[in-house]
């Protein structure tokens, strides 16, 4: 392992945020409707001149007011799920943990639909009805979470085959949950929750909204990142890092509480999009090495390009219709986890 | 330089074997605690954290002021030049906007303010689903994104002013020709903005986020929601007059109530058939007796077997045997379900079903499944299908329709004469022209 040094981590993050800006660009450009290099650049300079008046208006509707919002929403999106997969998979030292094996998609889509089955019967005002899905999905992801971890204990003590277990069966029960609920929901609202059941980044985000998901990422991204130093002794296990002098539970508590954060924030606005918590730290990880001090800044930006690139994707494969995002980062995922696990053992 | 001390190494710290990189599970962590550089410095979880904060501020600013500029306009605004992209969207622009003046008094407007306000007149509607829309005046670019809106539109006459649909609008043929927007459930909203709608329709098929998503960008979003066939035809006439086609709509549906009239003196006193409507057949997925399907079996001299609330319900093929219905309904497109019958008609319980047996299929086509004027059309071939006997003879038919014989309740066929249906009509259209519109001038 190569000591960390500034100016390493710098560099690497600076490459990676080089990618990305390219990622999102391309993503700018590409869409269902053509919209020419040239004045897109033209209208980003000007743009980051703040000289917002001479935009030309061909295509500032589209880009500014569609494609940005919908961009930047994938960043935080990816970034909050790669994060908190690989916070996981460092916690529970064990390499199939991510957000969505822990049952916590399962069971945001669980309050997402009880917030549609109960939304006509709340005399709320349509600003609040709106803000009524994501409100609940947040919470189901907490509460699952929360009972996850419950179920994981074992003599007051963690254990990670516990925990993933518990998990588990927890997906697979929400799961079962989300079907008999889908069942029960009109014809208007089933339509839109099985695309969210999906993934799905079409849909803006209120400008509120959208502080809270900035300001939640980068706070508990943070509060994760400063345990970077402790993870990497965990990886040694929890008694050696114990005796290194890791403070163990507290470690625990601040990873699982800010990733389970992380979660709940990415899987309340865009819904379902497995694979990225899970494979983009891997890729990470084998490009990087295992230091986490390095590998949370490269996942949260891996995980932003992953989703944004997923994204420009869906929105262009079938155009003008859009798929979801859920089904291209499996698609694309599924075969990559597979080749990476082929090359590690030969 | 607590930084560097604290959580990076020095330069010239211990060069260690580069042994976990590349490795894919790098849990290995032997290598990794040797280390011990790796942490150092209690406090660096408060500068750390400090420094977060710091960082998360600078950014949420920067993000929030580069989203707020954005764009302002509204996308509705006439006179915004240009918003739409595509090559295709210049030639329409320059048609349109010269040919603006002329259109402004075109289709015959029930409201006042169709010709008045110009430019800049703007109309509040309540649409069916009870949201208030501003639309402006008169409409000239409308988005259908669901194919019995697309329908309706071609039946107002409107065709002109449609400047996109989705890939499921296929009738009339010619409506396959408009810009596509993606399907119904997953529009590009990209491709809706760059054809600069005046009103984006949509009804119960689509998504409440797109709904979303359009009012965002200031994009009018007119909702139908029509759950049988008197809605139909009453959402038919507003639709008509929210378009700036209110002579249209009345005379349209007083035609399709003409001849659902004309329908019911032929079947009306004939006792109903009982039919099971396939819309799917393996799982066996069948129509709640609250869906317009449901009503127009009834219009159509039928009574469906399934009686339930849910819409689309999922029916046990034994309840099905139980039942006996005796016809099956089918929908077909181009008589593609032909040999799907025979196949059907081997399997162990369809086979058990006298309807089966006796080859009482019905086969309607897909019209039946749009809530859109051909509607009616659809319910003339079931009832032909189902009553043959009642179209022997020549267009006298049998006598009018002695009064209905009272089964059970939601069997009956509801007839409204002509003359209670102009009042109707006109009621309706009053109900669109008065209370709910405001004008409002800029």
């Known amino acids: 392992m190569q000591p960390l040094t500034l100016r390493r981590l710098v560099l690497r993050c600076t490459a990676l945020a080089g990618v990305l800006f390219v990622v999102v660009v391309l993503a700018l450009k590409l869409g269902a409707v053509q919209v020419s290099l040239y004045g897109l650049a033209q209208d980003l300079i000007r743009f980051a001149l703040h000289q917002t008046k001479e935009i030309s208006s061909n295509y500032s509707l589209i880009v500014f007011d569609i494609r940005l919002p919908r961009i930047l929403l994938g960043v935080f999106v990816g970034a909050s799920l790669a994060v908190a997969g690989t916070s996981f998979q460092a916690l529970l030292r064990n390499p199939l943990a991510d957000p969505y094996v822990l049952g916590v998609s399962s069971g945001a889509a669980v309050g997402a639909i009880l917030a549609v089955m109960i939304a006509p019967h709340l005399a709320l005002s349509p600003d609040a009805a709106v803000l009524?899905?994501?409100?609940?999905?947040?919470?189901?992801?907490?509460?699952?979470?929360?009972?996850?971890?419950?179920?994981?204990?074992?003599?007051?003590?963690?254990?990670?085959?516990?925990?993933?277990?518990?998990?588990?069966?927890?997906?697979?029960?929400?799961?079962?949950l989300i079907m008999l609920l889908l069942n029960l929901i009109s014809g208007r609202d089933h339509g839109g929750?099985?695309?969210?059941?999906?993934?799905?980044?079409?849909?803006?985000?209120?400008?509120?909204?959208?502080?809270?998901?900035?300001?939640?990422?980068?706070?508990?991204?943070?509060?994760?990142?400063?345990?970077?130093?402790?993870?990497?002794?965990?990886?040694?296990?929890?008694?050696?890092?114990?005796?290194?002098?890791?403070?163990?539970?507290?470690?625990?508590?601040?990873?699982?509480?800010?990733?389970?954060?992380?979660?709940g924030l990415a899987v309340s606005v865009s819904g379902a999009i497995g694979y990225v918590g899970l494979l983009v730290p891997h890729v990470m990880r084998m490009i990087f090495g295992s230091d986490h001090r390095i590998l949370i800044p490269a996942a949260a930006f891996g995980g932003a390009i992953a989703v944004v690139l997923a994204d420009m994707l869906a929105r262009t494969v079938a155009a003008p219709s859009e798929l979801p995002v859920g089904a291209m980062t499996a698609l694309a995922g599924a075969p990559l986890f597979i080749y990476l696990l082929r090359r590690r053992m030969a | 330089m607590l930084l560097r001390g604290a959580f990076f190494a020095r330069r010239n710290a211990v060069d260690e074997p580069r042994l976990s990189r590349g490795a894919f599970f790098c849990f290995e962590a032997d290598t990794l605690v040797r280390g011990a550089d790796l942490r150092i410095g209690k406090k660096f979880w408060r500068i750390g954290l400090a420094g977060t904060v710091l960082a998360s501020a600078l950014l949420c600013a920067g993000l929030m002021r580069a989203q707020a500029p954005g764009v302002p306009n509204s996308p509705s605004a006439p006179n915004a030049p240009n918003v739409g992209g595509a090559q295709g969207q210049q030639q329409d622009n320059e048609k349109n906007s010269g040919t603006k003046p002329a259109q402004e008094t075109a289709p015959s407007s029930g409201s006042p303010s169709g010709s008045s306000g110009g430019a800049h007149a703007y109309r509040e509607v309540v649409d069916e689903t009870g949201r208030t829309v501003r639309l402006p005046q008169p409409v000239e670019r409308?988005?259908?994104?669901?194919?019995?809106?697309?329908?309706?539109?071609?039946?107002?006459?409107?065709?002109?002013?449609?400047?996109?649909?989705?890939?499921?609008?296929?009738?009339?043929?010619?409506?396959?020709?408009?810009?596509?927007?993606?399907?119904?459930?997953?529009?590009s909203i990209e491709e809706v903005a760059a054809l600069r709608p005046d009103v984006v329709?949509?009804?119960?098929?689509?998504?409440?986020?797109?709904?979303?998503?359009?009012?965002?960008?200031?994009?009018?979003?007119?909702?139908?929601?029509?759950?049988?066939?008197?809605?139909?035809?009453?959402?038919?006439?507003?639709?008509?007059?929210?378009l700036g086609a209110a002579q249209n709509g009345v005379t349209l549906a007083g035609e399709m109530q003409q001849r659902l009239s004309e329908l019911q003196q032929r079947i009306g006193e004939l006792e109903p058939r009982r039919v099971?409507?396939?819309?799917?057949?393996?799982?066996?997925?069948?129509?709640?007796?609250?869906?317009?399907?449901?009503?127009?079996?009834?219009?159509?001299?039928?009574?469906?077997?399934?009686?339930t609330t849910q819409d689309w319900p999922k029916v046990s093929l034994e309840e099905v045997v139980r039942l006996q219905p005796e016809f099956l309904v089918f929908t077909t497109q181009n008589d593609e379900k032909a040999p799907d019958l025979l196949a059907l008609s081997a399997l162990p319980g369809w086979r058990s079903l006298e309807a089966v047996r006796n080859h009482h299929f019905v086969l309607v086509s897909d019209a039946v499944n749009r809530p859109a004027p051909r509607i009616v059309s659809a319910i003339e071939d079931m009832a032909k299908q189902l009553h043959p006997e009642a179209f022997v003879d020549g267009p006298g038919g049998p006598p009018p329709a002695a009064p209905e014989k009272l089964e059970k309740p939601n069997t009956t066929p509801q007839t409204i004469p002509p003359a209670?249906?102009?009042?109707?009509?006109?009621?309706?259209?009053?109900v669109c022209a008065e209370p709910e519109v405001t004008i409002c001038n800029r």
Not at chain 2, 279 to 296: C, H, Q, R
Request: glycine fraction near 8%; charged fraction near 15%; charge should be negative.
């Open chain 2, 276 to 307: 099971l409507f396939v819309v799917w057949a393996e799982p066996l997925i069948s129509v709640g007796k609250n869906t317009f399907i449901a009503d127009a079996l009834r219009k159509a001299g039928a009574v469906s077997i399934v009686e």
């Open chain 2, 420 to 430: 209670e249906f102009a009042s109707l009509v006109q009621n309706v259209a009053g």
């Open chain 2, 142 to 187: 409308i988005v259908s994104l669901a194919p019995n809106l697309t329908e309706t539109v071609y039946a107002l006459g409107l065709q002109d002013h449609l400047v996109g649909d989705t890939e499921y609008c296929d009738y009339p043929p010619e409506a396959q020709k408009k810009a596509k927007v993606g399907g119904t459930i997953n529009p």
């Open chain 1, 193 to 263: 929750m099985s695309f969210w059941l999906m993934g799905d980044l079409s849909t803006p985000l209120q400008d509120n909204l959208q502080w809270v998901m900035r300001a939640g990422f980068f706070l508990a991204a943070g509060a994760i990142y400063t345990t970077a130093s402790d993870l990497n002794l965990l990886l040694a296990g929890e008694k050696e890092a114990l005796h290194l002098g890791v403070d163990v539970p507290r470690v625990r508590i601040v990873v699982y509480v800010a990733a389970s954060i992380l979660t």
């Open chain 1, 132 to 176: 009524l899905t994501p409100v609940g999905a947040f919470f189901g992801a907490l509460v699952t979470i929360a009972g996850v971890y419950l179920l994981g204990q074992r003599d007051g003590e963690i254990d990670s085959t516990t925990l993933l277990l518990a998990g588990i069966i927890t997906a697979s029960f929400l799961n079962a």
């Open chain 2, 201 to 242: 329709l949509v009804t119960s098929i689509n998504r409440f986020e797109t709904e979303r998503a359009l009012d965002n960008l200031n994009i009018p979003v007119y909702a139908t929601d029509p759950h049988n066939v008197e809605e139909i035809l009453n959402s038919t006439i507003k639709l008509a007059d929210v």
